[in-house]
């Protein structure tokens, strides 16, 4: 299985950023699939996941109202529009999978993880 995430970089408060993680050798049915993210000196936590079946979605308290998660079952790809980004939206944002219908961010659900994506938010 291999997660890999792309679409990272350096942007200025307020802008916008689409990150996509690209899932292979893993079936795209009855998965959930999620970004969590781990700024320095913090612990890793959830962002954003949804389920491949039904794409029921749930989003962390960082990213309500600000980001949205999306799939594309043919590319098998998810995405992570993130918009009005903030300077403590700073981490290293890594894409995630495990076999599962209900779209939770409990770390412990998820089996795969990719390298993870470097965002960085000047002020």
């Known amino acids: 299985v291999q997660l890999v995430e792309s679409g990272g970089g350096l942007v200025q408060a307020g802008g916008s950023l689409r990150l996509s993680c690209a899932a292979s050798?893993?079936?795209?049915?009855?998965?959930?699939i999620g970004w969590f993210r781990q700024a320095p000196g913090k612990e890793r936590e959830g962002v954003a996941c949804?389920?491949?079946?039904?794409?029921?979605?749930t989003y962390g308290d960082s990213a309500k109202g600000r980001f949205i998660i999306s799939k594309d079952n043919t590319l098998r790809t998810i995405y992570l529009q993130m918009n009005d980004l903030e300077p403590d939206d700073t981490a290293v944002y890594y894409c995630?999978?495990?076999?599962?219908?209900?779209?939770?961010?409990?770390?412990?659900?998820?089996?795969?993880w990719g390298q993870g994506i470097q965002v960085t938010v000047s002020s």
């Open positions: 949804i389920t491949t079946t039904d794409g029921e979605i």
């Open positions: 995630a999978a495990g076999w599962g219908l209900v779209a939770t961010l409990m770390r412990y659900e998820y089996e795969y």
């Open positions: 050798g893993l079936s795209f049915d009855d998965h959930i």
